[in-house]
């Protein structure tokens, strides 16, 4: 069973930082493009960031300028650092790997919380 382990919640205040971490298995992590996706409450799961195995980045317009994805192919490793944060960043965060042979995972989530 293939698993996705994020890293780097928490509860800030506006204006804040945080960067969230996701590990998966190297065999999995060098095959696959990489993305973060949030769900908020109440309202349905959506893409944050994504990066192919490449380096090609995409973003939602909402976190574009705020929020930078990056992957350390070495440590199988991807993140999501998250600047300027607000209100309505509050989110559990999910990290998902996309195999290109077939094969979509994702983790169990991180809780981040902008409040003062």
């Known amino acids: 069973q293939v698993q996705l382990v994020e890293s780097g919640g928490g509860l800030v205040p506006p204006g804040g930082s945080l960067r969230l971490s996701c590990a998966a298995p190297?065999?999995?992590?060098?095959?696959?493009?990489m993305a973060w996706y949030r769900e908020a409450p109440g309202k349905q799961r959506e893409l944050v960031a994504q990066?192919?195995?490449?380096?090609?980045?995409n973003y939602a317009e909402a976190v574009k300028g705020r929020f930078t994805i990056s992957r350390d192919n070495a440590k199988n490793t991807v993140y999501l650092e998250m600047n300027n944060l607000k209100p309505e960043d509050t989110a559990v965060y999910y990290c998902?790997?996309?195999?290109?042979?077939?094969?979509?995972?994702w983790g169990k989530g991180s809780p981040v919380t902008v409040s003062s």
């Open positions: 190297g065999n999995i992590f060098s095959d696959a493009s």
């Open positions: 990066i192919g195995r490449g380096g090609i980045t």
């Open positions: 998902k790997a996309v195999v290109w042979y077939g094969g979509n995972y």
